[in-house]
């Protein structure tokens, strides 16, 4: 059974560093695409950033480049989200999803970030 669980969210005030957490299972970790997306109240969901097993260079949405790194830790079996120099308008929800290379996808259940000014 395919399961992404999120951690590492929590409250921070603006300028601060986060780093979030998504621990797979259930799935090769040598031939995925993983990525970090978020959504706030009242707002469509947002891709923030996106990593693949094949190394090509990580995707970050423009809000977040620069201040976002994603990372992996295959040993683990877990994909990091690094925020740095944390915003109000980052609080949201994050949600990590993977893509297998059979077509389907999986989501996590989220974190909840707030970032207080």
């Known amino acids: 059974e395919v399961e992404l669980v999120e951690s590492g969210g929590g409250l921070v005030q603006a300028g601060e560093s986060l780093r979030l957490s998504c621990k797979a299972s259930?799935?090769?970790?040598?031939?995925?695409?993983i990525g970090w997306f978020r959504q706030a109240p009242e707002k469509e969901r947002e891709g923030v950033s996106c990593?693949?097993?094949?190394?090509?260079?990580?995707y970050y949405g423009d809000s977040v480049k620069g201040r976002f790194a994603i990372s992996t830790d295959n040993a683990k079996n877990t994909v990091y989200l690094q925020m740095d120099n944390l915003k109000p308008e980052d609080t949201a929800v994050y949600y990590c999803?993977?893509?297998?290379?059979?077509?389907?996808?999986?989501w996590g259940q989220g974190t909840q970030v707030t970032v207080s000014p």
């Open positions: 999803e993977a893509n297998l290379n059979n077509g389907e996808s999986y």
């Open positions: 259930g799935f090769s970790f040598d031939d995925y695409a």
């Open positions: 990593i693949t097993s094949d190394e090509s260079t990580p």
